[in-house]
């Protein structure tokens, strides 16, 4: 079964330009979550997509967002991009069993705002 | 406080020893619980999830949790040199959904 796939892998951006990055999960997970990791701040939740809603969101301004379709594939994006933007951006996906909620990373898009 | 708390080493153990990663999570009503692996430059990687009191074994890998104590634990026996990574405890809650909060992660290094 193939991993969870994420595109681009790197990406250049300057201040103020917008991004868009793509997740396409397991087949079979409806549960996508996104996550920015940076070296001073680790890994750190910014939201949970199943069957295309938002389910949790954590604590980054609006200038984050998401969405989700019907083939669970997600997306995420950066509107005003802003220097501490760059960071390793993680997509995980689940099966979204009651008695867990193991997830899955994919490689992880690198982007940097200059 | 930070919801959950990990040591970040480094930890330096002996190839063949026994390494001890400890976490602490501030929810109570945490409910399912989790370590990755990290290589530098890579993604995290699942190796063990815990969900009830006690110990679960996977290989070398011992998952220990206490939701009195609010603490999980994860032993790597008989440590190799490819054990050396960041090993990130994970904590979820089932929210409506479910909200993960990872820990800043243990530094491992297994000396040769």
């Known amino acids: 079964k193939a991993g969870v796939t994420q595109t681009p892998r790197y990406l250049i951006k300057t201040r103020g330009q917008q991004v868009t990055l793509s997740c396409s999960p397991i087949?079979?997970?409806?549960?996508v979550s996104w996550y920015q990791q940076t070296p001073g701040q680790g890994l750190q939740f910014l939201f949970e997509?199943?069957?295309?809603?938002?389910?949790n969101k954590g604590n980054f301004p609006g200038r984050f967002s998401g969405r989700q379709f019907s083939n669970s594939r997600s997306e995420m994006n950066v509107s005003t991009l802003e220097l501490g933007d760059s960071a390793l951006y993680l997509c995980?996906?689940?099966?979204?069993?009651?008695?867990?909620?193991?997830?899955?990373f994919g490689p992880g898009t690198r982007l940097t705002v200059t | 406080q930070k919801e959950v708390e990990q040591n970040s080493g480094p930890l330096s153990v002996p190839e063949g020893a026994i390494a001890s990663l400890n976490c602490t999570y501030s929810?109570?009503?945490?409910?399912?619980f989790f370590w990755y692996r990290q290589y530098s430059g890579k993604s995290p990687e699942l190796i063990m999830s815990i969900y009830s009191n006690g110990d679960k074994e996977d290989g070398r890998f011992t998952a220990q949790l206490n939701k009195a104590s609010q603490y999980v634990s994860l032993l790597i026996r008989d440590s190799q040199p490819s054990d050396s990574a960041t090993y990130l405890c994970a904590v979820s809650r089932n929210t409506g959904g479910f909200k993960t909060i990872f820990g800043a992660g243990t530094r491992l290094f297994v000396k040769a």
């Open positions: 087949s079979g997970h409806r549960s």
């Open positions: 929810d109570r009503v945490s409910q399912s």
């Open positions: 995980a996906s689940s099966m979204d069993r009651d008695a867990g909620y193991e997830q899955y």
């Open positions: 997509y199943f069957s295309e809603t938002q389910r």
